[in-house]
């Protein structure tokens, strides 16, 4: 692996093997999302527990200081609208070299395998891997599922996922599920991180499954809606940051969640 690539990975997965992204470029497709109207707003008290961020190259220019912020995963596909006919319908929106000139650590690209447009977001994705190796920079698909849920299930996140490390993406981002989560990740040659999904009701339901796929071999999430639209958004970053960097349990999150969220613990994140 070249120096650059290899370089790159590294300002993404720490020296743990593990790794905490945070994205805000839901509005790529979904407009002003709630909690994410102001996004450099949003993300600004969070910012210091994440590993990297994932946003798009509007929302990087306009609301990311770029003197104080941490590496950036670009989101380079999009093209589509919740109120459009068809999420899968994504082109590449981002040259590589405007991702290049913003400095961007990895570069991102949705794939919706077994939808209409299942082969042209897959050529997406082969086309920017073919570029981005040029220049060492590492892409991570994104398997989306667009609105249907029941394609969160273990055989068809284990099928995305295996396309996209087939086709020469570096990363892969994938919902987790309860059941056979472990063969997803066994399926799938290089690292898989996991998304958040939708707000749930309680958040020891999300350090649950944070740190039962960690058990299972992910390594590590690229959650958003989850921590920016709690309540509690910082008490959400550091608890889950302490399961995937601290190997805390859903408990000891837990505990530190209602520690931070009653102001008892203040500690700005200790790396
Ligand atoms: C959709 C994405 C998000 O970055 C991904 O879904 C993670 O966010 P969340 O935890 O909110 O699901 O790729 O644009």
Not at 34 to 57: F, N, Q, S, V, W
Not at 69 to 84: A, D, E, F
Not at 160 to 179: D, F, M, N, P, S
Request: charged share 25%; glycine share 8%; with cysteine.
């Amino acid at each position: 692996m070249d120096w650059g690539m290899k370089n790159r990975l590294a300002q993404l997965i720490q020296r743990d093997g593990r790794c905490f992204f945070l994205p805000i470029d839901h509005g790529y497709f979904q407009g002003p999302t709630y909690k994410l109207e102001e996004p450099g707003k949003t993300i600004k008290p969070l910012l210091p527990y994440a590993d990297a961020i994932m946003l798009t190259r509007g929302v990087l220019r306009s609301c990311i200081d770029p003197e104080n912020t941490k590496p950036v995963i670009l989101r380079v596909s999009g093209g589509t609208s919740i109120v459009g006919e068809d999420l899968s319908h994504e082109g590449v929106t981002t040259s590589v070299r405007e991702a290049i000139r913003l400095n961007a650590s990895a570069v991102s690209t949705s794939i919706y395998v077994g939808s209409k447009h299942e082969h042209e977001t897959l050529m997406n994705l082969a086309r920017l891997v073919n570029e981005c190796e040029e220049y060492g920079i590492p892409v991570m698909a994104v398997t989306a599922v667009g609105k249907e849920v029941e394609k969160r299930e273990a055989r068809y996140l284990a099928l995305a996922c295996r396309i996209a490390a087939e086709l020469g993406a570096r990363v892969v981002k994938t919902y987790y599920c309860k059941e056979g989560f472990e063969k997803v990740v066994r399926g799938c040659p290089v690292p898989v991180v996991m998304a958040g999904g939708p707000k749930t009701e309680s958040e020891l339901e999300v350090f649950e499954f944070v740190y039962d796929g960690i058990q299972k071999g992910s390594i590590g999430v690229n959650l958003g809606r989850n921590i920016w639209q709690h309540d509690y958004p910082v008490a959400m970053i550091r608890a889950i940051r302490s399961i995937i960097h601290e190997n805390a349990t859903p408990q000891e999150a837990q505990e530190l969640f209602n520690e931070v969220k009653s102001g008892k613990k203040k500690v700005v994140c200790g790396r």
